[in-house]
Structures are given as structure tokens and as C-alpha cells.
């Protein structure tokens, strides 16, 4: 199993988008400082999470949500608690 996900900065108003086939150990590498584009703003938790049964389907998932166009409002607005928290 595939997963998309987005993990919110607890020191800023940052959020990353990502996809992988093991969310905790991913969670963790950008915790430990292991992603250059995210180790500025340790530490991360996740605010949303998709399951995809293929690699493909989550990647280009992935690249949707990263255009930051309607796809990206509209999962906002679906998990706006989790981000405003």
C-alpha cells in the first residue's frame, strides 16, 4: 500500500506534501532531519493521510495536491480543523 500524505511544521505554518509505502518511518526520517527540504522546520505531524493500492495512483495524487489549485483548496477545506490547530 501506497500512501499520500500532508505533515504540518509545529514551529511554522509549513506544511509538506508527500507520498511513500511506510508513513511512520517516512514521518520519523523527516522528524530525525533526514529530508533536506524539510529539516528546517522540525518537528512535523500529520494532518492528512490517502491510501493508494499502487505507486503510480499515489504519485500522481501527489502531484496534484502539489499544483496548489482547486485539488489542494478543496482537501483544505475538508481537513481545515486539523490545520488551524
Known sequence: MYFVYIIKSQKV???YIGNTNNFAKRLEQ???G????TKRYIPWY?????GYANK???K????????????YSQLKRRVRRSLLS
Not at 533526514?34 to 527540504?37: D, V
Request: net charge negative; hydrophobic share 35%; proline share 3%.
Open 30 to 32: 523527516h522528524n530525525a
Open 60 to 71: 500522481d495524487r501527489e502531484e496534484k495536491l502539489k499544483q496548489f489549485g482547486k485539488v
Open 13 to 15: 505554518k509549513a506544511l
Open 34 to 37: 533526514l529530508s533536506a527540504s
Open 46 to 50: 500529520p494532518v492528512y493521510l490517502e
Open 56 to 58: 503510480d495512483d499515489a
